[in-house]
């Protein structure tokens, strides 16, 4: 059984920082990407950004990018977000992913990813 636990939500204030992290456990696992969706309120869930756990190359949504920084810790099979400059438009519920399908073309989708975790409020004030 495969969990995925976010952490580091929150209230912050616009211009200011958060930093994201998920940790994943189970049996054996090992996963070939990791990676941050987001949904807003009355929204879909969104990509955001990922990275592979094994050549470190990153993908970020053109909305994030320049102000979100996505990082990993293979030997703790955790991935971060940094999160800067946030504005009230990044607020929404934050989902770490893992296992991303292959041979993708473009941004990944929430179909390319096989594990979710709960999630995580990130609240930002104007």
């Known amino acids: 059984q495969v969990q995925l636990v976010e952490s580091g939500g929150g209230l912050v204030q616009a211009g200011g920082s958060l930093r994201l992290s998920c940790a994943a456990s189970?049996?054996?696992?090992?996963?070939?990407?990791m990676g941050w969706f987001r949904q807003g309120p009355g929204k879909d869930r969104e990509f955001v950004a990922d990275?592979?756990?094994?050549?470190?190359?990153?993908n970020y949504a053109d909305s994030v990018k320049g102000r979100f920084t996505v990082a990993r810790d293979n030997a703790r099979n955790a991935v971060y977000l940094q999160m800067n400059s946030l504005k009230p438009e990044d607020t929404a519920v934050y989902y770490c992913?893992?296992?991303?399908?292959?041979?993708?073309?473009?941004?990944?989708?929430?179909?390319?990813?096989?594990?979710w975790g709960q999630g995580t409020q990130v609240t930002v004030s104007s």
């Open positions: 992913a893992a296992e991303r399908a292959v041979d993708i073309r473009g941004l990944p989708s929430t179909l390319h990813y096989h594990y």
């Open positions: 990275m592979s756990m094994f050549s470190g190359m990153t």
């Open positions: 189970g049996r054996a696992f090992i996963t070939n990407a």
